[in-house]
């Protein structure tokens, strides 16, 4: 259960990440610097996504053979993107503010974005 709830949440992240990549971060880039492709966003991102890797093989590792599950090698796994995980939820949480986005988009204009 305990496994299986990790590779829910690395799932779910991955999708999260890939929506707004694909979908949400091209829109606020065009106003907002922070969510062009070479900017802090984006390079966040692929931090979290390798962290996310390494936690796929180890998942996909221990489903396979259970008796290796280390406790220890996940902490060291979790703790080794912890960091830009929430360095970037912290800087999402900032750019995407009420104060923050009326600098960059009308309340009409945030209403068109499809979220």
């Known amino acids: ?3 299986a709830e990790a590779g ?12 707004e990549e694909r979908h949400i971060f091209p829109i606020l880039a065009k106003r907002m610097p922070t969510f062009k492709d070479d900017e802090v966003h984006i390079k966040s991102h692929h931090g979290i996504h390798e962290g996310l890797d390494k936690l ?3 998942l996909a590792k221990w489903n396979a053979q259970p ?9 060291d ?5 912890r960091e830009v995980l929430f ?8 750019d995407l ?11 009409q204009e945030l209403e068109r974005i499809p979220m």
Do not use: F, R
Not at 67 to 75: F, L, N, R
Not at 87 to 94: A, G, I, K, Y
């Open 1 to 3: 259960m305990y496994l």
């Open 8 to 19: 829910d949440m690395s799932k779910h992240l991955t999708m999260h990440h890939t929506i």
């Open 56 to 58: 796929g093989a180890l």
């Open 67 to 75: 008796s290796t599950y280390s406790p220890q090698e996940m902490k």
């Open 77 to 81: 796994c979790l703790d080794s993107w």
């Open 87 to 94: 360095v970037h939820l912290d800087q999402e949480v900032e």
């Open 97 to 107: 503010s009420g104060e923050n986005m009326k600098k960059y988009w009308t309340l």
